[in-house]
């Protein structure tokens, strides 16, 4: 009898390409109704960190934030990492950090729901 062809192997898939960030900086946190997504994002010093805020944010919703680091201690300090402007949907603010550690952000006008940042050269902190 003839010989059938052995099927052809399938193409191996490719690699997912890493999601691109909404604003094209290597890491960054969105926020939508007061909620920073992701509630803890991690950078590297020197690295361009970006808050943006989501585009189908009503628009009549401000948003000013502050970063602090929190440098451990008791009782634990904080120093001002930057504070931005007004921000509406759509705006993008960015940020390079210098310095590794712990850093909180959150809206002035809502103090009880940060975000955490952490910057760290290091692989796994």
Do not use: N, W
């Amino acid at each position: 009898p003839p010989r059938r062809a052995a099927p052809e192997p399938e193409p191996e898939p490719e690699a997912p390409e890493a999601p691109a960030t909404v604003s094209g900086c290597h890491a960054e946190m969105v926020v939508h109704d007061t909620t920073f997504a992701p509630t803890k994002a991690r950078t590297a010093p020197g690295v361009e960190f970006a808050v943006v805020i989501d585009a189908d944010e009503l628009g009549y919703v401000e948003y000013q934030f502050r970063c602090d680091r929190v440098l451990d201690g008791v009782p634990a300090t904080r120093t001002l990492a930057f504070e931005t402007d007004i921000m509406c949907a759509g705006d993008v603010f960015t940020h390079i950090f210098q310095d590794e550690g712990r850093y909180e952000i959150y809206d002035v006008d809502a103090e009880d729901a940060p975000g955490h940042i952490r910057v760290s050269s290091a692989e796994d902190d």
